[in-house]
C-alpha cells in the first residue's frame, strides 16, 4: 500500500500563503540560496485595499528588486498630520511630522495592495530556486527531521522548515500546536479610496475622533485611500450608504481639506481585533504575517510588521544554511522568536495604548494624551525620536 503513495517532492523551505508577507517571504528566502517552495493560489487581487509602506519595508522591497515594479503607481508621505477631532472637553494640539526633519524625502509610499502584489508575482516567477504550487494546503505535518505538506490536487512535499503565511485562520499555527489569545474591539475599519478636487501635497492627515482614527493617504494624482475606524453600527452605517451619500460623509469628516470627494468603487469593512499567538515559531513552523499577529490598522503597521517577519526569517535562513544547520532545528526557530518577539509585542503595545487613550471618556485620560501630543508638537528631539521609532529605523537589531 505505502508503495502507491506519492513520494514527497524535498525542498529545503516551504511558504504556504500568498499574500503580500507571504509571497515577499518566499522571494527573500529563495534569494539565499534556499530550495524554496510556495504552496499558494494564483487569485487576482480584487479588493482596491492600500497598505502604506515604511522605512525597512521599502528597502526590503529593494533588495528583492520588486520596488522598481511598482513605485511608479504609489504615492510618498512626506508629512504627516494628527487632527484632534474628539470634540472632547480636553482636546489634543495638531501634530504634524515631517520627513525632512530626520533626513528623508518621505515617511515611506502608499500603493494599492493589487499593484504590490503583480510586482511580488512578477519577481517570484523570475527565480530559478522558488517552485510555485498553484494549489492550497490540504495538510500540514511536522514530523522529526522534516514537515510535510500536501496540497488538496494532491501533491505531498516536505522541507525541515514551513513558514506558515496563511492568514488569520493559519492552518500551520494549528498544525505547530500554537494556541493564539484574541480580543475583539468594539470598532470596525471602513476602506475605499476617493478622488478629490484639490490636491493632497503628499500630507497623510489622520483625524482623531470619539470613535477611532478616519485617515485619508495619498494616493497617485488628486486620489486619497481612506481608513474610517467608528463603532460597528456607524461602520455598518457608513457602508450601506449611496456614493454620493458617502463622499459627503467623507469630505464632511476631512473638513473639506480636500475639497469635494468621489467615492470610487469598491468598499471594504472588517470587525477590529488584537490577535497574539502563544510563540512565533514551534514544531519546525515558523508564522509570518496575519498568522503572527493581527493589530488594528493604526499608524500602518500591519502589513510592514509582515514584511519584517519576512525579512527576518530570510536572514535566520540564510546564516542556519550558511552554517549548515538544521533550518527548522528548535535552536534555528528560537533565533526567529527571539527577532520577531519585541518589534511585535511593542508595536501591538503601542497601538493598543493609543486606540485606548483615544475611546477613553476619562478626563485624566485625554489630558494625558493632549499633554503627550503637545510635547511631541512642541519639543522637536521628541518628535524626531517618535518618527524614527514609527518608522523602525533606530533600533532593529542586525539593521545598521
Known amino acids: 500500500m505505502n508503495d502507491i503513495l506519492p513520494k514527497p517532492n524535498h525542498f529545503d523551505v516551504i511558504v504556504v500563503g500568498g499574500g503580500p508577507a507571504g509571497v515577499a517571504a518566499a522571494i527573500a528566502i529563495a534569494i539565499t540560496g534556499a530550495n524554496t517552495a510556495l504552496v499558494a493560489r494564483r487569485l487576482p487581487y480584487a479588493d ?31 508629512v504627516m498630520r494628527l487632527v484632534d477631532d474628539t470634540g472632547r472637553l480636553i482636546r489634543a494640539p495638531e501634530v504634524r511630522f515631517a520627513a525632512n526633519e530626520i533626513g528623508l524625502d518621505a515617511f515611506g509610499y502608499n500603493i494599492e495592495n493589487r499593484t504590490l502584489m503583480l510586482a511580488l508575482e512578477e519577481r517570484a516567477a523570475e527565480l530559478p530556486s522558488l517552485t510555485r504550487f498553484d494549489d492550497e494546503a490540504a495538510s500540514i505535518v511536522p514530523e522529526e527531521t522534516v514537515a510535510t505538506v500536501s496540497t488538496r490536487q494532491g501533491e505531498a512535499i516536505s522541507a525541515p522548515l514551513v513558514v506558515g503565511a496563511d492568514g488569520r485562520k493559519s492552518a500551520s499555527r494549528e498544525a505547530a500546536g500554537i494556541k493564539v489569545t484574541s480580543r475583539a474591539l468594539q470598532q ?61 460623509a467623507a469630505e464632511g469628516q476631512s473638513h473639506s481639506i480636500l475639497g469635494t470627494m468621489c467615492v470610487e468603487p469598491g468598499r471594504n469593512l472588517f470587525p477590529l481585533a488584537i490577535e497574539k499567538p502563544d510563540h512565533f515559531a514551534a514544531q519546525r513552523i515558523a508564522l509570518v504575517g496575519e498568522a503572527a499577529h493581527v493589530i488594528p490598522p493604526i499608524g500602518a503597521q500591519g502589513l510592514n510588521l509582515g514584511l519584517r517577519d519576512a525579512a527576518d526569517i530570510a536572514e535566520i535562513v540564510r546564516a542556519a544554511l550558511a552554517a549548515g544547520e538544521d533550518l527548522g532545528s528548535a535552536a534555528v526557530l528560537a533565533r526567529f522568536e527571539k527577532a520577531r518577539r519585541l518589534d511585535v509585542a511593542s508595536r501591538t503595545m503601542a497601538i493598543d495604548v493609543a486606540n485606548r487613550s483615544l475611546l477613553s471618556d476619562l478626563l485624566p ?36
Not at 53 to 61: Q, R, T
Not at 189 to 203: E, G, K, Y
Not at 375 to 381: A, F, K, R, T, W
Request: hydrophobic fraction near 45%; glycine fraction near 8%; charge should be positive.
Open 188 to 248: 470596525s475599519a471602513l476602506t475605499f479610496n476617493v478622488s478629490h478636487a484639490r490636491p493632497h501635497q503628499n500630507i497623510s492627515t489622520e483625524f482623531h475622533t470619539a470613535h477611532g482614527p478616519c485617515v485619508f493617504v495619498p494616493l497617485p494624482g488628486k486620489r486619497s485611500s481612506v481608513v474610517w475606524v467608528a463603532d460597528p453600527g456607524d461602520a455598518e452605517r457608513l457602508m450601506a450608504l449611496s456614493d454620493a451619500d458617502l463622499s459627503a
Open 365 to 400: 485620560v485625554q489630558a494625558a494624551r493632549a499633554l503627550g501630543m503637545h510635547l511631541l508638537g512642541g519639543v522637536g528631539l521628541l518628535r524626531r525620536l517618535a518618527m524614527r521609532e514609527g518608522l523602525a529605523l533606530a533600533w532593529r537589531p542586525g539593521r545598521h
Open 48 to 78: 482596491n485595499r492600500t497598505t502604506a509602506l515604511l522605512g525597512d519595508s521599502v528597502d526590503l522591497l529593494e533588495r528583492l528588486d520588486v520596488w522598481r515594479r511598482c513605485a511608479g503607481k504609489s504615492a510618498a508621505l512626506r
